[in-house]
């Protein structure tokens, strides 16, 4: 009887240990803790895709559409406007530009310039700043919350967990209610994007099923109802999945890549060197890429790649500028264009200035130096007849022509086309 038990305590002990063993390798294992973890789950860094259905022309290959080398008339174009609005269906969206789904409207006409510095939208609100040096705040209308802002409070460019913008008052953030600002939730770790700019909302966010979680000063992510861990948390900061693959960012500036599994299948690039709109293209992946920086010789290096590490083929002595909405902008000189994430120009460089794509549209500026504006197909939006044009944030734009004033445009889309899964999270 009693070597029964001896045998059966004997049993449930090496048992316990199998299991504990297993549980050590598997955590080790995705993390990259194992000695042999490199040589067998790490893919090349870059291998000839050149044999691929991509096609990756010269800067002499013709675009889908040329920025047109005439200069057109202001008062010509305003006199063809058509008067009519949309219906009072459409709503202000911040989603990508689609020519089906929406429209773009002068939401009031044309703003004297006389007293007025700068008109500048951010997220939605319009700041309008005066000559003395007062800012208004406007909504994205053009009608006026606060004559001058409350003293104090400063544009964050950042959104909250519910994408409200937010402001900063005494080193915390504010969203705007009304006329009143209230206290936010938002922790930079936590709720960050990665990148300085102003972010759509849909940009950077979690698809519900992980969330970030803060242990020791580190960040991981875990699942949002079990709270099983899915990123250990040992990372200087950490980002959602996008197309798959979430990346992660080590103390010493190096990018982690995390497949569903999640098995942690790279650590060779780096994060960039700053987090400003210059950087546009990093921490997710969009159409198929994601921007990283390599160390070659002490000399850092410029890259897209796929999510299976295949470096795409940048045309040679171009530098790229930004990377979003599935277009490269890219500068050669003192020229720019733009490329398609396929690998064919969108529009040739033969531009003296191009904002990245942002919410499907993009300004650029012609030879003259007038400002226009073109969607994701090519097709021009607004012709280059103002002498500036802003970035499209949170569906509002300004535009700027020296002999009228300001205008502000709206990017209004029908509401059951709003939430469209198929864009992607970025």
Not at 351 to 380: C, H, Q, T, W
Request: aromatic share 16%.
């Amino acid at each position: 009887m009693q070597k029964n038990v001896i045998n059966l305590i004997s049993k449930v002990i090496v048992v316990l240990v199998f299991l504990i063993l297993s549980c050590v390798v598997i955590w080790a294992a995705g993390n990259g803790k194992l000695p042999f973890y490199d040589d067998i789950y790490d893919i090349p860094s870059h291998y000839d895709i050149s044999g691929s259905e991509l096609s990756f022309p010269d800067e002499s290959s013709e675009p889908e559409v040329s920025i047109p080398d005439t200069k057109p008339d202001f008062s010509t174009y305003f006199a063809n406007i058509a008067s009519s609005a949309p219906s009072s269906d459409y709503i202000l969206s911040d989603r990508v530009y689609d020519k089906n789904t929406t429209s773009f409207v002068f939401s009031k006409e044309a703003l004297s310039s006389q007293g007025i510095q700068s008109m500048i939208p951010r997220m939605g609100y319009i700041f309008l700043t005066k000559d003395d040096g007062t800012i208004s705040l406007l909504n994205s209308s053009g009608n006026v919350i606060f004559e001058q802002i409350p003293e104090g409070y400063v544009f964050a460019g950042v959104r909250d967990s519910q994408n409200r913008p937010l402001f900063l008052f005494e080193k915390k953030y504010y969203y705007l209610s009304g006329t009143e600002f209230v206290l936010s939730e938002y922790e930079e770790g936590r709720h960050g994007r990665g990148i300085s700019f102003d972010y759509p909302s849909y940009y950077g966010v979690s698809d519900g099923t992980v969330e970030r979680y803060k242990y020791a000063g580190n960040w991981g992510l875990r699942y949002t109802e079990k709270k099983g861990v899915v990123i250990y948390p040992g990372y200087k900061s950490v980002y959602y999945y996008s197309e798959d693959v979430a990346i992660a960012v080590t103390h010493n500036g190096k990018i982690a890549l995390y497949n569903r599994m999640p098995w942690k299948y790279n650590e060779k690039y780096f994060a960039p060197l700053s987090t400003g709109i210059e950087s546009l293209g990093y921490f997710y992946f969009d159409h198929g890429l994601t921007r990283v920086r390599k160390i070659e010789a002490e000399k850092s290096i410029e890259m897209l790649i796929h999510p299976d590490l295949a470096v795409f083929q940048i045309p040679m002595d171009f530098e790229m500028t930004c990377y979003y909405n599935g277009v490269l902008t890219l500068k050669k000189g003192d020229r720019y264009g733009y490329m398609k994430h396929t690998g064919e120009w969108l529009a040739n460089p033969t531009m003296s200035a191009a904002s990245p794509f942002i919410e499907g549209v993009a300004s650029f500026r012609n030879e003259y130096g007038k400002y226009g504006m073109l969607d994701l197909s090519g097709r021009i939006l607004l012709p280059a007849v103002f002498d500036y044009i802003s970035d499209c944030s949170g569906g509002v734009i300004i535009a700027y022509e020296k002999d009228h004033g300001y205008y502000i445009i709206n990017k209004l889309m029908l509401p059951e086309f709003e939430i469209d899964e198929s864009e992607g999270l970025n």
